[in-house]
Nanobody
Framework: QVQLVESGGGLVQAGGSLRLSCAAS????????MGWFRQAPGKEREFVAA????????YYADSVKGRFTISRDYAKLMVYLQMNSLKPEDTAVYYC??????????????????????WGQGTQVTVSS
């Protein structure tokens, strides 16, 4: 079994920073990537960032590139999302996701939500204008 628990969300003013954490437990064998997605009310869940579990290669949506940084602690089974220069349009519920095995790789794979097998419950991020 795999469980993902997000934390670190909250209310912040535009221009501020937040650090999200994702604690993973259970299966680690054949894990290929961890990702962050977000969903605002009335909108589709969209890709934010991803990191390959073994190599640590990162991928970012254009909307957050240069502002957000995804990282991992391999030994602690933790994934982080450092969010700087936050904007009101970043307001959303942020979800941590894990991908295992599969037949794809690269941005087209890791940025696609249905390529992930497990999801956390989400943490709310609200950026005031």
């Amino acid at each position: 079994q795999v469980q993902l628990v997000e934390s670190g969300g909250g209310l912040v003013q535009a221009g501020g920073s937040l650090r999200l954490s994702c604690a993973a437990s259970g299966r680690t064998t054949s894990r290929s990537a961890m990702g962050w997605f977000r969903q605002a009310p009335g909108k589709e869940r969209e890709f934010v960032a991803a990191i390959t579990w073994s190599g640590g290669k990162t991928y970012y949506a254009d909307s957050v590139k240069g502002r957000f940084t995804i990282s991992r602690d391999y030994a602690k089974l933790m994934v982080y999302l450092q969010m700087n220069s936050l904007k009101p349009e970043d307001t959303a519920v942020y979800y941590c996701a894990a991908r295992y095995e599969g037949n794809c790789s690269g941005y087209g794979c890791y940025a696609t939500r249905y390529e992930y097998n497990y999801w956390g419950q989400g943490t709310q991020v609200t950026v005031s204008s």
